[in-house]
């Protein structure tokens, strides 16, 4: 299923490129990573996927599972990552554009506090809870990346994943509607 799912992609694009926590793991890589797109984008069309930053997955599935312990205890894992993704942010994007992108990842910070907030006051986490906190690590790095690239790539945009990517609700383990997803992709780029 994948590999049908994979070149029904390469028929909207003639690149696909799939980067890894490990690529997107520092400013300097992240950099990399948008000159390696630039070179093959300036030939033909390209999507990019990127993980979340390194080591950030592993650190919000402690922060979901210590947010089960109370309040108290997911605070400190909070703010590394809130401070990770302003420091990639202030790193990256022109100066100029970086209030109203660390707005955004602000935003998307405070979801996630907010969320972590609700399983330390109900003591339960859920598959499909820990699935959305798990979430947020690809849909911050996917978003820092993408305006870090506008200054290189020009015709750069962001999708959220979640609007074209639909599975079933086997959390933790979902697998992807390839008919539906491949249908919201090829709306989307059309």
């Not at 070179?39 to 402690?62: M, P, Q, R, Y």
């Not at 997911?74 to 703010?79: G, L």
């Not at 959390?171 to 992807?176: D, L, N, P, Q, T």
Request: glycine share 4%; net charge positive.
């Amino acid at each position: 299923e994948i590999l049908a799912w994979l070149e029904f992609r390469r028929v909207l694009f003639r690149s696909l490129l799939f980067f890894g926590g490990s690529s997107v793991g520092t400013p300097q890589k992240i950099k990399d990573v948008i000159a390696i797109t630039a070179s093959i984008a300036a030939k033909e069309k390209t999507a990019v996927v990127v993980s979340a930053f390194s080591g950030v997955t592993d650190n919000l599935i402690a922060m979901a599972q210590q947010a089960l312990q109370g309040e108290e205890y997911y605070k400190a894992i909070y703010k590394q990552l809130e401070k990770r993704h302003c420091e990639a942010v202030k790193a990256l994007v022109p100066v100029k554009q970086q209030p109203q992108v660390q707005g955004n990842v602000i935003q998307q910070l405070n979801a996630l506090y907010d969320l972590c907030k609700g399983i330390s006051l109900i003591k339960e986490l859920s598959p499909k809870t820990l699935d959305t906190v798990i979430s947020f690590g690809e849909r911050l790095s996917a978003y820092i990346v993408c305006e870090a690239a506008k200054v290189t790539l020009k015709n750069c945009s962001f999708l959220d994943a979640r609007e074209v990517i639909k599975t079933d609700s086997t959390f933790g383990y979902a697998k992807v509607n390839f008919e539906q997803t491949n249908q919201l992709i090829k709306n989307y780029f059309k």
